[in-house]
């Protein structure tokens, strides 16, 4: 699951980037509003974690705009501002969820699964597709109790792909969603991944179908 970190603190960027990515969240990080916006248009982010104290802008002025456009992503304010009046605006703005600092991470991750699932960004526990099973939680895949022994990218993209089962997913979401913005990819990257994927749920008597739409993208089905 790809979010995006609003933060310019650069000590504090990292550490989070360490210790979310491990819980299986890959983490964009935008330096300012500036580049949040230009973040937010390219990429599909299940959530957002917004820090308020920006360099070229304040964050509730980017999360007012981003509300007046349409964009229902859920945000989780990250934030010093500690007091019931700068909660009570940044809640008014539109945020799902404050959190002040310091604070602990898995306090954090707590909450971003918490606004996820009332956002819908969990449809309960797990995802399903022919004999496949997928938790989201631990984020784990099995057929009948068997894992399946996936990579890291590779359980990126079956969560991607099952979050929007009988739904083409777009290439570019998918290098999005498995390598972030602006990296330097070799044109066949993501048909490596899916190559690899399909292979072990053949492997694992799924169920499950990848099937390649050309030109457009991807899409995750139940065999018939």
Same mark, same amino acid.
């Given at each position: 699951?790809?979010?995006?970190?609003?933060?310019?603190?650069?000590?504090?960027?990292?550490?989070?980037?360490?210790?979310?990515?491990?819980?299986?969240?890959?983490?964009?990080?935008?330096?300012?509003?500036?580049?949040?916006?230009?973040?937010?248009?390219?990429?599909?982010?299940?959530?957002?974690?917004?820090?308020?104290?920006?360099?070229?802008?304040? !964050?509730?002025?980017?999360?007012?705009?981003?509300?007046?456009? +349409?964009?229902?992503?859920? $945000?989780?304010?990250?934030?010093?501002?500690?007091?019931?009046?700068?909660?009570?605006? +940044?809640?008014?703005? !539109?945020?799902?969820?404050?959190? $002040?600092?310091?604070?602990?991470?898995?306090?954090?991750?707590?909450?971003?699964?918490?606004?996820?699932?009332?956002?819908?960004?969990?449809? !309960?526990?797990?995802?399903?597709?022919?004999?496949?099973?997928?938790?989201?939680?631990?984020?784990?895949?099995?057929?009948? +109790?068997?894992?399946?022994?996936?990579?890291?990218?590779?359980?990126?993209?079956?969560?991607?792909?099952?979050?929007?089962?009988?739904?083409?997913?777009?290439?570019?979401?998918?290098?999005?969603?498995?390598?972030?913005?602006?990296?330097?990819? +070799?044109?066949?990257?993501?048909?490596?991944?899916?190559?690899?994927?399909?292979?072990?749920?053949?492997?694992?008597?799924?169920?499950?179908?990848?099937?390649?739409?050309?030109?457009? !993208?991807?899409?995750? $089905?139940?065999?018939?």
């Amino acid at each position: 699951m790809r979010i995006l970190l609003i933060e310019d603190d650069r000590a504090l960027a990292e550490a989070l980037t360490a210790a979310l990515c491990p819980r299986g969240l890959s983490v964009d990080l935008a330096r300012s509003a500036d580049e949040a916006d230009a973040f937010l248009q390219q990429a599909d982010y299940a959530a957002i974690l917004l820090d308020l104290g920006l360099p070229d802008e304040d !964050g509730l002025v980017l999360l007012h705009r981003m509300r007046a456009r +349409g964009d229902t992503r859920p $945000v989780l304010i990250l934030t010093a501002r500690g007091t019931i009046d700068a909660r009570i605006r +940044g809640l008014n703005e !539109g945020a799902d969820d404050y959190l $002040v600092k310091p604070f602990d991470v898995d306090e954090l991750h707590a909450r971003l699964l918490a606004v996820l699932r009332r956002q819908g960004g969990y449809l !309960g526990r797990s995802l399903t597709c022919g004999q496949l099973t997928f938790d989201l939680e631990i984020r784990v895949a099995h057929v009948e +109790g068997a894992t399946i022994a996936l990579s890291v990218r590779e359980t990126e993209l079956l969560e991607l792909l099952l979050r929007r089962a009988g739904n083409v997913v777009p290439k570019r979401i998918a290098e999005d969603h498995l390598f972030g913005l602006g990296g330097d990819l +070799g044109s066949n990257a993501v048909e490596v991944y899916v190559h690899r994927l399909r292979k072990k749920l053949d492997e694992a008597a799924s169920g499950t179908l990848i099937e390649t739409v050309r030109g457009v !993208g991807y899409i995750i $089905v139940a065999k018939p």
